[in-house]
């Protein structure tokens, strides 16, 4: 059975952190890649994060520098920590598992999303 579960999504104030978890079937943890995707009000869903399953990672520009995806194998467990946040960061934060293709990550299994909200 497929099963990915995110937690840890919040309120936070711009410059705050805060960190995403997703516990995934162990099934689809060792053979899958994982990335986090988000999706704001009124736009498309798009990949912020990826991590290949021997730990390769890749962000989108506007996260650069800001996050950190992660990989635990002893808990099946994905991570993004998300530092000096912004407005602009808020959206649905959704974990997903798939493979690359051409070095880009296509996801084949989501989560329910978490909802993130940086605001004062």
């Known amino acids: 059975q497929v099963q990915l579960v995110e937690s840890g999504g919040g309120l936070v104030q711009p410059g705050g952190s805060l960190r995403l978890s997703c516990a995934a079937s162990r099934s689809i943890f060792s053979t899958n890649a994982m990335g986090w995707y988000r999706q704001a009000p009124g736009k498309e869903r798009e990949l912020v994060a990826s991590?290949?399953?021997?730990?390769?990672?890749d962000y989108a520009d506007s996260v650069k520098g800001r996050f950190t995806i992660s990989r635990d194998g002893a808990e099946n467990t994905v991570y993004l920590q998300m530092s000096s946040l912004k407005s602009e960061d808020t959206a649905v934060y959704y974990c997903a598992a798939g493979i690359f293709i051409l070095s880009i990550f296509r996801a084949d299994y989501w989560g329910q999303g978490t909802q993130v909200t940086v605001s004062s």
């Open positions: 991590i290949s399953r021997g730990g390769r990672t």
